[in-house]
């Protein structure tokens, strides 16, 4: 099976990390990346979470969102992976090119290929969970249904 592993935002198939600046609309907000809302909805309903809203970067976002200065949702470990379908499902479909993009991967595996990360990437070496190129692969598969 081919696979195809992503990480950098200035790469071929950069569009498909949190990072890309692929703004959307969710919740009746803008946010900048889905990074910013990833990280923003570990404090819902805060004003910590319009912080994370309206800063620069998805990197400061991250930042912000891996800070526990402020308390995480109690319910954060069990909806993640929900929070995560929900954030790039407006990017794809509020972006009907980045939809394409996504198609046009056709079959191939896609992997969040870094070191920095085991859950949402392949931790480097191919041993990490990658739930961000399981999540992308399965809006693909519903992409293509809806096509």
Not at 65 to 88: F, Q, T, Y
Request: proline share 5%; charged share 30%; aromatic share 12%.
């Amino acid at each position: 099976m081919e696979e195809i592993k992503f990480y950098a935002v200035n790469d071929e198939y950069g569009f498909m990390s949190n990072f890309a600046p692929y703004p959307f609309t969710l919740k009746g907000k803008t946010w900048p990346t889905s990074e910013h809302y990833f990280q923003a909805q570990k404090f819902p309903d805060t004003e910590y979470e319009e912080e994370i809203r309206m800063t620069q970067s998805p990197m400061i976002a991250a930042r912000m969102g891996r800070s526990r200065k402020h308390p995480l949702r109690k319910n954060w470990e069990s909806i993640k992976d929900d929070i995560m379908r929900e954030a790039v499902w407006a990017k794809f479909t509020q972006h009907p090119q980045l939809a394409e993009k996504l198609l046009a991967t056709g079959e191939a595996k896609l992997i969040e290929h870094t070191k920095n990360d085991r859950y949402w990437a392949d931790g480097g070496d191919g041993t990490g969970k990658n739930m961000l190129g399981i999540i992308l692969m399965e809006l693909r598969e519903k992409l293509r249904i809806e096509n």
